[in-house]
């Protein structure tokens, strides 16, 4: 399965001086940490998702991290993701996966990659939302911006080629739970390290 690393957001909430996936954790951009988790992982092709709103990171991707990239009219996530899916070179179902996730590593998404074909095998060919318990993002301190019945989404998905029902994936990894939005985020990703 091929990734869309999702990464040409303005990141407004977190104030800072970089582009939100050039933002350093541990001395290192958060997008060159999220693409080494999918580097390590059985991901087979991962494409950056650019945009006009963070030019530097679609350099960065392309000169440095090597990654074929996508660009995208920079309107909001969902849109971009959408004309990222609409490019030729993409065929679901595909991983996306959210350039502000710098813990994650390659046995989380390899983990994420057999529960969507767990949930294929049982007859569900839909997409599936990786999910982490708001609670686990309290305990941890983190920022949560959106939470439905107990679960917050991570920023990594599956999306499929049909609109049927989602499938919730619940993990209770906490380098799933840190999404660097805020500065004390970016803190707490730093310690966790």
Do not use: W
């Amino acid at each position: 399965m091929d990734a869309l690393l999702i990464c040409g957001g303005e990141g407004t909430r977190l104030d800072a001086d970089a582009e939100k996936p050039l933002f350093p954790v541990g001395e290192r951009p958060m997008i060159d940490r999220v693409a080494d988790a999918l580097a390590d992982s059985a991901v087979e092709t991962t494409y950056a998702v650019t945009s006009p709103q963070a030019p530097e990171t679609a350099v960065h991707a392309t000169e440095d991290l090597g990654l074929p990239t996508i660009e995208t009219a920079g309107d909001g996530y969902v849109a971009d993701l959408n004309a990222a899916l609409a490019d030729d070179a993409v065929d679901p179902p595909v991983l996306t996966v959210a350039s502000d996730l710098p813990l994650l590593g390659g046995d989380a998404v390899d983990a994420t990659l057999r529960a969507y074909r767990a949930s294929r095998d049982s007859g569900d060919d839909g997409p599936m939302t990786v999910c982490v318990p708001a609670a686990l993002k309290d305990l941890l301190g983190v920022s949560c911006d959106t939470e439905f019945d107990g679960l917050a989404p991570t920023g990594v998905n599956v999306v499929a080629g049909t609109e049927d029902s989602d499938t919730m994936y619940t993990t209770y990894d906490a380098r799933l739970a840190v999404n660097v939005n805020r500065q004390r985020d970016a803190q707490i990703a730093e310690a966790l390290l």
